[in-house]
């Protein structure tokens, strides 16, 4: 589990923000370079255990250090948020209605599940994902031709399959495709969208950034780093 919150303190006034979806050498250099005080992120350097701080984990440490950056990550409980949460800006991208809490995973559900508007062909559903992400989908037809109730998990949500199926959804959107769930779309008949990790996870950094422009009146600039993962 990601330690979320403040990782790293780095200077006390902050009048500039950065946000990212991972914490890299990259991503923190770039941050220094804009003249980040305060670099947001998805995925942090910390994860509930402790890490030596050597390697390339030490170097990212120290960087942060010298440059007086703040590092601030927001892990699941940015997936979860409905207002600014990865899956909340998915749902309205879309514009789903009727949503309803969707995706458990440590006994707390953290994804969303709503209705179209209107039914899509899957492969229109696919290419509006597409086009909303910029990510080419890998799509597994699981004898669905149309998508109306769909379920949404950025990241990693490939073995959600059984309870989206229990929940009466014909689709499950998501990031990234694993091995061993690779027969649950077909042998449940539920379509499955997979959009990617990183792209899903864009959104979340992004709305979380702005809210903090609109209430304190900090600049932000997003540093785009995209895996194809």
């Known amino acids: ?12 006034t902050v009048t500039r923000v950065a ?20 670099l947001l992120v998805h995925h942090g350097l910390f994860w509930g255990k402790p890490l030596p701080l050597s390697g390339p984990h030490g170097q990212r440490v120290r960087l942060a250090m010298e440059a007086g950056l703040n590092l601030y990550a927001s892990h699941l409980p940015l997936d979860h948020h409905r207002e600014v949460g990865n899956n ?44 909303l992400t910029g990510e080419i989908c890998l799509v597994h037809s ?8 769909i ?17 009466g959804l014909d689709t499950l959107l998501t990031g990234e495709p694993e091995h061993k769930y690779f027969h649950d779309a077909f042998e449940y008949g539920l379509n499955a969208v997979f959009a990617g990790h990183y792209e899903t996870e864009v959104f979340g950094v992004r709305a979380l950034a702005a809210k903090i422009e609109e209430e304190f009146g900090l600049p932000w600039q997003f540093i785009h780093q995209p895996t194809g993962l």
């Open 88 to 131: 909340a800006m998915i749902a309205r991208a879309l514009g789903l209605e009727d949503l309803e809490d969707f995706g458990e995973y440590g006994g707390r559900k953290y994804g969303l599940a709503g209705t179209l508007p209107r039914e899509l062909d899957l492969q229109d559903f696919a290419d509006r994902v597409q086009k």
């Open 151 to 167: 379920g949404i998990n950025s990241g990693e949500g490939a073995g959600l399959i059984p309870e989206a199926a229990r929940m």
């Open 142 to 149: 699981g004898a669905h031709p149309f998508v109306h109730r």
């Open 1 to 12: 589990m990601s330690l979320n919150g403040l990782q790293i303190e780095g200077r006390d």
């Open 19 to 38: 946000a990212s979806v991972d914490t890299s050498l990259r991503s923190l250099q770039a941050a220094a370079d804009a003249g980040a005080d305060l």
